[in-house]
Each structure stands twice: as structure tokens, then as C-alpha cells.
């Protein structure tokens, strides 16, 4: 028997959505068993959001900075041959659960030794969030063998203002009735049981054997220098706003209220006035720095 442990945490929903698909294929295997970890904040995050409480948790996720978390688990699967870590993205860094998670005893308990894939289902920006998962998981002493990123198909402006839509209101509903479904599409995450069957059909015997480069010729992970670039230019000014705003206190003290509205506002600006210009300075610098961006490309692309 093969076993596969699943530790996750999705706000929406999404993510489930995104996991039952890609461990359909192994499910109607009798060969497999599946266990199933969800973490749980002991202070959930409200969904819909506020505004102010999206803002709110920016220092603490950019900082990954830990909160108490518990897990909900089904049994207690404790030697998996596999652990698949599926997470989203927040401002450009692992959500504050998963996070949490990584820097806790029971994630040093369990990764060590042991093979671990990450799916990631976000709006498009992941690549330094998971340089910071890769980071820990090696610290835990695990074992990266893959990565699978699912993002949406909007364009990154338009994505921005039907996302948080979405997050704001609950509803997961075309922006005036104009724009698609807010989220992963629901074909691509239809299709994602492929990467389930990949996963079948890597375990040789009782050994598995999964290849990043295998996985991306399915689709796993598609780099976009232009938003590569832009993640880049874009942490270390939110590095910069986090300290600013952790210096007035931890998320939901009131004596830090001021410096999270102005970091609302600045992302406003930065979404409507910078985000284009960032564009246009990605494609400058692409023009000028081709043989450096494709090897980070190349770099990012082995998961």
C-alpha cells in the first residue's frame, strides 16, 4: 500500500476543489491510501474579507511570522511515502497557515526524511513564496521531488480587480458580468487529475520516481518573465511596508489602524498607476538582461 498524506489549508475552497482532482486518478486505485490534514487557525481568517482585514494580515504573512494553528486530521497516517503540501499565495508568500505550519514541531516531525510535492493554487505570483517553502522543507530535512502551480488566465490587471471581488464580497461571480470566473478556471482545474495520473505512473514498483521536467511537459509550471520580474522588483518594497507596520503592533491592534490604510492605498496606486509602467520596464529589461532572466527562468521552472 501506498500511502499519501495531504496537509493543506484553503480558505475558499478552492484548493479543495484543485486537490480532489488531482487525487482523483490515485483514489480509484486500490493501491493507494490518502490521508487527508487540514490546518486549522485557532483564530480563522473571515472570508469574505474586509478591505481593512485583507490589509491586515500583509506584515505578518510577508514577515512569516507564525499564529497558532491546530490540525484536523481523519487518522493518523505517520510514515507516508509521500507527503503532498498544497498551499495559496499570499502577497507573494505562503499563506499565513501553511507558513505557521512549516515552523511548527509537527511539521519538523513529519517531513523529515520524507518525499514531499507542493501544489500551489494561486492568482499568478508564486515563485518567491515557494522559494521560501523549499527553504524550509530542506530544513525539516525533506525531500522536494515536485512542484505543480495552477493560476488563473486573466491578465494581471484585470485579475487584481476580479479577485478581490471575489475575496471581498464571497461571491465567486464575474466582475459586472464582463470578466471570467474569478479564480483557477474550472477546465484547468478539471484537467489538473493528469498530474495525478503522472503521480500514479511515477511510483515504480515501490519506489517513486516523479520528474519536474516530466511534470512541466504537462503543464505544471509555466514561468512569465514579465511577472517573474515583477515579483522580484515588488518584495522588497513590501518588505519595507511590513517593518513599517509591524512597528506599531501585531495584526488587529488598533495603534497600527493608520499605516495599514496607507498601505491600502498604496496598493491601490500600485495596482492602477505602477503595475502597467512594471510592465513596461519588465519588457526593457528583458530586452537588455535576456540570457540572465532565462536562466532564472530555468532556475524557477525546476520547481
Known amino acids: 500500500m501506498k500511502q499519501i498524506l495531504v496537509i493543506y489549508y ?9 486537490l ?16 487527508y490534514r487540514e490546518i486549522v487557525p485557532r ?63 509537527e511539521a519538523a516531525r513529519l517531513l523529515q526524511n520524507r518525499k514531499v510535492l507542493t501544489l500551489i493554487g494561486c492568482r499568478n505570483m508564486w515563485l518567491l513564496a515557494q522559494e521560501r517553502v523549499k527553504k524550509q522543507i530542506s ?16 491578465g494581471n490587471l484585470l485579475g487584481i480587480l476580479n479577485i478581490a471581488t471575489w475575496m471581498l464580497s464571497g461571491e465567486k461571480k464575474p466582475l459586472l458580468g464582463l470578466l471570467p470566473t474569478p479564480g483557477i478556471a474550472e477546465e484547468d482545474i ?10 500514479r505512473r511515477a511510483w515504480t514498483r515501490d519506489r517513486l520516481r516523479l520528474d519536474q521536467a516530466e511534470l512541466n511537459t504537462h503543464g505544471a509550471v509555466r514561468i512569465d518573465p514579465a511577472l517573474m520580474l515583477m515579483e522580484k522588483r515588488i518584495w522588497p518594497v513590501f518588505q519595507k511596508w511590513s517593518a513599517f507596520i509591524r512597528k506599531k503592533g501585531s495584526r488587529g491592534d488598533g495603534a497600527r489602524e493608520k499605516r495599514v490604510y496607507a498601505f491600502m492605498i498604496y496598493l491601490l496606486l500600485a495596482v ?3 503595475a502597467p509602467f512594471s510592465r513596461l ?8 538582461q535576456n540570457k540572465k532572466i ?9 520547481g
Open 139 to 154: 530544513t525539516l530535512g525533506g525531500q522536494l521531488v515536485g512542484n505543480i502551480a495552477l493560476t488563473e488566465r486573466t
Open 43 to 105: 483564530v480563522p481568517y473571515p472570508f469574505p474579507w474586509s478591505a481593512y482585514q485583507f490589509c491586515d494580515v500583509f506584515p505578518e504573512a510577508v514577515a512569516g511570522i507564525p499564529e497558532e494553528m491546530d490540525t484536523v486530521n481523519q487518522d493518523r497516517m505517520e510514515d507516508p511515502d509521500l507527503i503532498i503540501l498544497a498551499y495559496t499565495v499570499w502577497y507573494l508568500s505562503p499563506s499565513i497557515p501553511i507558513s505557521s505550519f512549516l515552523q511548527s514541531d
Open 294 to 302: 532565462q536562466e532564472e527562468m530555468r532556475y524557477y521552472s525546476l
Open 20 to 35: 480532489n482532482s488531482v487525487l482523483a486518478p490515485l483514489k480509484q486505485d486500490p493501491e493507494f491510501s490518502i490521508e
Open 10 to 18: 484553503s480558505q475558499t475552497g478552492q484548493l479543495n476543489s484543485i
Open 272 to 274: 492602477v498607476i505602477l
Open 281 to 288: 520596464a519588465s519588457l526593457l529589461q528583458r530586452l537588455v
Open 190 to 199: 478539471s484537467q489538473a487529475r493528469r498530474f495525478g495520473e503522472l503521480i
